[in-house]
């Protein structure tokens, strides 16, 4: 049996095809097909080739399943007789992917994409009233707007003042409306 040893999130796993593991938060979508290139070590029963420190043209393919929350972890600090008690908690984000494929010698994926996993997610999204918005399509989307320069940006409107209000002919400023509707409320009622 072919295992491989990968490096992902600051961690690293050992892996086989068909394990199902939990890894720190990537970016992908149900069904997609995602790859590892950091891979540390391949072997095969006896056979266990180290990398120095990556095995060259190794690759891990899996599909990406699903992102969720972990348990939470409760952090509790505390000073007794200090009046110093402070309650924290995290909740890690952790990607589930199932391996489908160790390759050596710079061999191609064969993974495809998982379309059935990948339209119930998109109606799972749909019917929660969030809007599904994949990956690709958000950096797409995000991409435009950071090319807009000052120049084709619109100019922000300047605040007035009641100086300048005044200067410029416009109506009396609010405050001196007031003051007239009030001396006009004391002249009503005598």
Request: no cysteine; net charge positive; glycine share 8%.
């Amino acid at each position: 049996m072919t295992f491989a040893v990968i490096k992902t999130g600051g961690k690293q796993y050992k892996v086989a095809a068909n394990d199902v593991v939990k890894i720190e938060k990537i970016a992908g979508e149900p069904g997609d097909v995602v790859t590892f290139d950091q891979v540390l070590l391949v072997g095969e029963g006896d056979d266990v080739t180290v990398g120095a420190p990556l095995v060259e043209g190794a690759l891990v393919a899996g599909q990406f399943i699903a992102t969720e929350k972990q348990r939470t972890v409760i952090i509790l600090k505390k000073e007794r007789r200090q009046h110093y008690d402070r309650r924290n908690g995290h909740r890690q984000r952790l990607s589930t992917v199932r391996i489908t494929e160790i390759l050596t010698g710079g061999a191609a994926v064969t993974t495809q994409v998982d379309e059935i996993a990948k339209a119930r997610y998109l109606k799972a999204a749909a019917a929660s009233g969030a809007t599904a918005v994949s990956v690709t399509e958000a950096a797409a989307k995000a991409a435009p707007a950071a090319d807009v320069s000052a120049e084709d940006a619109p100019a922000k409107p300047k605040r007035t003042t009641k100086k300048a209000a005044a200067e410029a002919g416009d109506a009396a400023p609010a405050t001196e409306k007031k003051a007239t509707a009030k001396k006009a409320a004391k002249a009503d009622k005598e």
